[in-house]
Each structure stands twice: as C-alpha cells, then as structure tokens.
C-alpha cells in the first residue's frame, strides 16, 4: 500500500498517544508530518523521535528552547505558540488526528478541514462551538470527515445512508461515569480524584471529569446533531455501565443496529486511520461469552442536570453552544484546581448561558470572541 501522509495534534494526549501506538506499528505505511502537544514536551520529542517526524510544536511559547535542544542533532523541525498549532494543521497531510482537548482545538481543526482531506475527528468541542461553521466548511471543501468519539464512529458505522429515509432515532450509550449509582449528598463533596477515576475508559483529566458530570454526554448529544443532521430528541441516551455496546442506530421497521467492543479507543481511532477499509488493531478482541450481562437504563437529569442544559442549549443554537462549553471548560478547570464543588461545575455553566448576551455566529472568528466572553463570564461568576 502506498504511503499515507500523517499529522497528529494533540499527540500527547490520551487519544494522541493511542494514535502514535498504532502508527508506530507500520514504519512504511505511515510517513509523519507534524506532531503536537503542550506541557509535555519530553514525550512530544520522544515521539517526534520515534516516529521521524518532520515538525514538532509545543503549543507553550516558554518550552520552545528545551523541545529545540530536545530534539537537536534530528531532522525534525521545532515551533512553538498556538499560531505554529495553528500552522501544523496547515501542512500538508493525507490524514489528520485533531485530538487537542478544548476550544484550542477549533482553529487547528478548521485548518485541518480546509485542506480537504481526511480529518480524524476526536476533539469534539470544535463541533459544540462551531458545529455549523465547520459542517458548512466540510462539505465545501469535500473533507472528510470521520468521527472518533466511540459513540460516533459507532453511530457512523450503523447509520446507512441507504436508508437514510428509513432512520428513526440514535440511541447514545453513556457509562454513567463514577457517580452513577451517588446522591446529590455524595457528590457535592466529591474530589477531582475521584472525578476523573473513569471506570471503563482511561482518558484525559478534562474529559473524565465531564463524563462524571454527564457534560460528556451532552456535548456528545450536540456532536451528533452536526455530524448526522439530526435533532435532539431523535437521540435517546442510555447509560450503559458496560461500555461495550458502543451506540446504536434504530430504523422504522424496527431493527436496531449495534455497534459493539471492547472499550479501547484503539478500535475507532483505527477504523478513521483506514477509512474507508478496515485494518488490525492492538485491541483486545470482545469475547461475548465473558461478559455477566449488558444493561441498560433511562439517564437521571435532576442528579446530572449538564445532560438538560446541553439539550437547551442546543436547541437555542450554536452561541448557546459555544458560550456553554467555554463555561464549562472554565468551571471544569476550577473544579480540578479545588476552587470549586464538583456539583458547582453545572450550577457556573448554568449561570453563564443564562446572562450571557447570545449574538448570532458566522465566522470562526466571531466564536472566538464568544468563547472569550463566556470565559471571562465564567471566571466573575467562580469569584462572585
Ligand atoms: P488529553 O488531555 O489527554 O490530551 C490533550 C492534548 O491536547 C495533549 O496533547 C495536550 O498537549 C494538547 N493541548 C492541551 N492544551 C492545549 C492548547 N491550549 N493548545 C494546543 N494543544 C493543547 O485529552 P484526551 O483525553 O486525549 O482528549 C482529547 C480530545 O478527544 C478531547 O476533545 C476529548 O473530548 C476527545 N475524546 C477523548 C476520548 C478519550 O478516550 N480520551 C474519547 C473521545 C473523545
Ligand atoms: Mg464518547
């Protein structure tokens, strides 16, 4: 097979690093572009080592001169600051791992998207802030675009444009997170250790507290109202505690379509890296007859009330949106510094989508500045 050109921002990440685990198994079939991160820069160079990559940005101006002398005496290129991010996505690669946590994640992607090629789409707050924007630019630029979250590649899989006509709701498994089966009580004192202690899936801190929180599930409900132009309530969410059943699609005659795994993000990230063929990963393979039991249940908005917020918000449109995942990105932030209560996370998001002005988005630029607003916003709101 010929060589595929590869960029991976975000490579330090969670989702970065199980990226980097499957294409270092193939030295020939893979030829790495540009890979970034932020802090850690001792495993950006690692990795830029490793893999021969021909850039390698930090996205903090400050580690510029030890990633420099990390990686002298390489081939690899050395940028840092979130414009040379920024010019990373514009290189040209066949095929692109956005998996930058947060709304830093939204300016990189949209380059990676006017480029036209294959976007590997991990970073999913660029769809709750931009959605439109960037589902508009998709189909301009003939991208494609190739969900990773586990629910949508799921989603993306079961869901046949054949029968398009014939689609009759998403059904969106959640684990519950660990808090699950805790009263209000429990979790007004919860720590951010507890928080981010995920009990199937091993991910970054920001994402597990948002699975805790049921955020997840909410910005997952506004990513797959872009990615599949559908409404909110086409999609039923279901907690699923075992992770395995990893979303479904429902038609009107009545079949239910599945899509199932072990909980491995190995498994999506590989099936976006061979779209549209299928390819071996490292995942353990799901043996059904181990499993005591898979179950299903009915989601708890008044102890997880991100999930209505979420829903709210994307029905008041994508400033809404974005606005609620600044906030929440602020007070998930806050929570992990123990400024504030794990319970507070929602009451802040709530408070910021309810007195921010909500002007109408057409530009990236213009959800910049919401995203900026909101933040300052939720920041008055954490010290009031
Ligand atoms: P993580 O915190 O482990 O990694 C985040 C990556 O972004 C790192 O490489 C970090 O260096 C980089 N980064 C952080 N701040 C940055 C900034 N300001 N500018 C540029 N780069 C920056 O996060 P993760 O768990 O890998 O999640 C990444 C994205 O993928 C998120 O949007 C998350 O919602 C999504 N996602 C993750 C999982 C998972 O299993 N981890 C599953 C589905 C979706
Ligand atoms: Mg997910």
């Known amino acids: 097979m010929a060589e595929k050109s590869v960029t991976i921002l975000g490579s330090t990440g969670s989702i970065g690093k199980s990226t980097v685990d499957i294409i270092r198994r193939y030295p020939d079939k893979y030829r790495v572009v540009a890979l970034t991160g932020n802090k850690n820069i001792a495993l950006l160079a690692e990795q830029a080592k490793m893999l021969r990559a021909e850039v390698a940005v930090t996205a903090d101006e400050n580690n510029y001169a030890a990633l420099k002398e990390l990686l002298a005496g390489t081939d690899t290129r050395v940028a840092a600051g979130a414009d040379a991010v920024v010019d990373a996505a514009k290189l040209d690669a066949d095929w692109t791992m956005s998996s930058i946590v947060g709304a830093a994640g939204l300016l990189p992607t949209m380059e990676v998207v006017k480029r036209g090629k294959t976007l590997a789409l991990a970073n999913k707050e660029t769809l709750v802030c931009a959605g439109e924007i960037v589902m508009k630019a998709v189909k301009d630029f003939k991208t494609t675009l190739v969900p990773v979250d586990s629910e949508h590649s799921a989603i993306f899989q079961t869901l046949e444009e054949k029968h398009r006509d014939a689609f009759d709701r998403i059904l969106l498994t959640a684990s519950g997170g660990p808090f699950r089966e805790k009263d209000l009580a429990f979790m ?38 872009h990615l599949f132009a559908v409404t909110p309530d086409q999609i039923e969410v279901l907690v699923h505690p075992q992770s395995i059943v990893h979303s479904a699609v429902g038609y009107k005659d009545g079949s239910v379509l599945a899509h199932m795994g072990m909980p491995d993000m190995r498994t999506p990230i590989a099936y976006a890296l061979a779209y549209p063929e299928r390819m071996e990963s490292p995942t353990a393979k ?22 209505r917020l979420a829903k709210e918000c994307q029905a008041k449109g994508q400033t809404a949106t974005a606005v609620m995942n600044a906030a929440n990105e602020v007070a998930v932030g806050a929570f992990l510094n123990r400024e504030i209560g794990f319970l507070d996370i929602a009451r802040v998001v709530e408070k910021v989508v309810e007195t921010s002005d909500l002007p109408p988005v057409a530009t990236i630029r213009d959800v910049v500045a919401v995203d900026a607003a909101a933040r300052e916003a939720a920041a008055r709101c954490l010290k009031g």
């Open 188 to 225: 007004e004192s919860v720590t951010p250790e507890q928080a981010v202690a995920h009990p199937n899936w091993s991910m970054g801190a920001k994402i597990s507290v948002d699975s805790a929180t049921m955020m997840n599930k909410g910005l997952e409900i506004i990513e797959a109202c």
């Open 286 to 307: 799901l043996d059904l007859t181990k499993l005591s039991g898979l179950t299903f249940f009915a989601p708890d908005e008044t102890r997880f009330p991100a999930l």
